[in-house]
C-alpha cells in the first residue's frame, strides 16, 4: 500500500468541529486535529489521539452516548482553545504545547461554566416565578421556555459585536463548509468548500436551540411547586436534556432528505446566521488543513487495527 493510497475511514458524517481562536478544530470518532493561523501567517496543526472511554463500544447507545459525547466536546474544546489561544499569543512551551491550566485557571473556568448554566436554566425560573399566581403551570413553563430562548439570542446577539468573535465566526462557517464538503464528496480545495453553505445542521448552535425546546417540554412534566423544586430541577434534569437533544440533532442530521425533518430544524440552521460569517479564503484553508489532519488521524488509526 503506497502512502497515497487512501485508507477506508468512519462515514463522513462522523467528523464535526468548532470554531477556535484564529483556527479551527475537526473531531473525528477516534482523533482531533487543531488548526491555527500563526500571527507570521503559517499554519500549525496538532493532533491527538481520542481515550478509549470516548471511542468504545458505550458510545453505541442511545442516551448514554449523548452524554459522553458532550463531555468529550467540553473536554476537547477547553484543550483545543486554550493550544490555540497559546499559539495566537506565542506563548506555547519548546514541546508546541500550551501551558497547564493550573488551580486558579480551573477555578475560573468552572466558575464562569456554573454561572452559564445558572443563567440559562435558573435564570428563567427567577424572571417567571412571580407569573404561577397569574396563569396556569403550562403557560408559565412555556413563557420560561421563551425568555431562554430570548436569554440565548440576546447573548449570542450581544457577543457577535466583538470584532474578534466575528473572526471566531467566519472560521465557525469556514468549519461548517469544509465538513460539507467532506459529506458531499466534494474535492477539499478552497474553490471548492467556498461555494458551499456556511449552515450545518449538526450545529452546536443548533444543539442550544434544541436544548431549549426539549427543556420546555422536559419541564412540563417536573412541575412549578414549591419555588425550590423548580430550581433544583432546572439543574438535575441537564444531562437528560441534554442527552435527548443529542440524540434528536443525530436523527436529524441523518434523515435531511426528508421534508418535515428539514422543517422542523429550519429554526436550528436560522439560528446560525447569527454564529456564522462568511469566512475568507485563508479562514477556509485553516479548515481544510485541519480537516485533512483529522482524516489522516482516522486514517492511521485504520492502518494500525488492520495490523
Known amino acids: 500500500m503506497t ?23 475537526i473531531r473525528g470518532p477516534r482523533s482531533i486535529a487543531v488548526a491555527v493561523r500563526r ?10 489521539v481520542l481515550g478509549g472511554r470516548l471511542t468504545n463500544a458505550v458510545r453505541r447507545v442511545p442516551l448514554v452516548r449523548g452524554i459522553l459525547v458532550l463531555w468529550e466536546i467540553l473536554a476537547t474544546g477547553i484543550w483545543a482553545l486554550a493550544w490555540a489561544g497559546a499559539v495566537h499569543n506565542d506563548e506555547v512551551d519548546e514541546h508546541g504545547e500550551a501551558k497547564p491550566f493550573g488551580v486558579v485557571g480551573w477555578a475560573v473556568l468552572l ?9 440559562f436554566f435558573a435564570g428563567p425560573v427567577l424572571l417567571t ?3 404561577s399566581a397569574w396563569l396556569p403551570d403550562l403557560a408559565v413553563i412555556a413563557v420560561e421556555g421563551v425568555v431562554r430562548v430570548g436569554l440565548l439570542l440576546a447573548y449570542i446577539r450581544l457577543i457577535g459585536r466583538s470584532a474578534d468573535v466575528q ?8 468549519e461548517h463548509k469544509a465538513v460539507q464538503a467532506l459529506e458531499q464528496g466534494r474535492e477539499l480545495s478552497v474553490q471548492s468548500v467556498r461555494r458551499l453553505p456556511k449552515e450545518h ?28 423544586w423548580r430550581f433544583v430541577s432546572r439543574i438535575v434534569l441537564i444531562p437528560v436534556i441534554a442527552a435527548v437533544s443529542y440524540e434528536a440533532i443525530r436523527f436529524g442530521g441523518l434523515h435531511l432528505g426528508n421534508a418535515l425533518v428539514r422543517t422542523l430544524f429550519s429554526a436550528n440552521l436560522a439560528l446560525q446566521k447569527l454564529t456564522t460569517r462568511d469566512p475568507d479564503d485563508e479562514q477556509i484553508q485553516v479548515a481544510i488543513a485541519s480537516l485533512n489532519a483529522a482524516l489522516e488521524m482516522e486514517r492511521e488509526a485504520t492502518e494500525a487495527a488492520r495490523g
Do not use: K
Not at 493510497?5 to 477556535?20: K, R, Y
Not at 449538526?202 to 425550590?228: I, K, Q, Y
Open 3 to 25: 502512502a497515497r493510497e487512501p485508507l477506508t475511514h468512519p462515514p463522513s458524517n462522523s467528523f464535526g468541529g468548532q470554531a477556535v481562536v484564529e483556527g479551527v478544530m
Open 111 to 119: 466558575v464562569v461554566l456554573g454561572f452559564a448554566v445558572s443563567v
Open 201 to 228: 445542521p449538526r450545529c452546536g448552535t443548533s444543539f442550544l436551540l434544541t436544548v431549549a425546546v426539549v427543556a420546555a417540554v422536559a419541564f412540563m412534566f417536573a412541575g412549578l411547586e414549591p419555588l425550590w
Open 39 to 48: 500571527p507570521d501567517g503559517e499554519i500549525t496543526i496538532r493532533t491527538r
Open 167 to 174: 473572526r471566531v465566526f467566519q472560521y465557525h462557517a469556514a
Open 129 to 131: 416565578s412571580w407569573l
